[in-house]
């Protein structure tokens, strides 16, 4: 199974910026799989955010598209979200995912929820 460890939440003011961390375990990047993030908006469903596969092509979310940058580090283990220019409206918990099949996923990018990935790591934006 799988496991993920979120870091990096907190609380910022607009325009300010954060930088997730995920480590995951047991999980290997197969044809099709990815890393990435999800998040929940407060009164909003589970949004996917970014997607990043093993040979490092990425995907965004329009909210985020020129904010936010999605990297892995040379093991591959880890994944980063880079969170520049934040705004209230980013105000939500981030859940690290892995995808294995990341054209479905961004075909359909909303969940009812995101309580699939764990438990998340909360950010604060305030105006």
């Known amino acids: 199974e799988v496991q993920l460890s979120e870091s990096g939440g907190g609380s910022v003011q607009a325009g300010g910026s954060l930088r997730l961390s995920c480590t995951a375990s047991?999980?290997?990047?197969?044809?099709?799989?990815?890393m990435g993030w999800y998040r929940q908006l407060p009164g909003f469903g589970c949004e996917l955010v970014s997607t990043?596969?093993?040979?490092?092509?990425?995907y965004y979310g329009d909210p985020v598209k020129g904010r936010f940058t999605i990297s892995l580090d040379n093991a591959k283990t880890t994944a980063y979200l880079q969170m520049n220019n934040l705004t209230p409206e980013d105000t939500g918990t981030y859940y690290c995912?892995?995808?294995?099949?990341?054209?479905?996923?961004?075909?359909?990018?909303?969940?009812?929820?995101?309580?699939?990935w764990g438990q998340g790591t909360q950010v604060t934006v305030s105006s």
């Open positions: 995912a892995t995808p294995l099949n990341v054209a479905r996923v961004w075909v359909s990018p909303t969940l009812s929820n995101c309580d699939h």
């Open positions: 047991r999980f290997t990047f197969e044809d099709g799989s990815a």
């Open positions: 990043i596969s093993g040979d490092g092509r990425s």
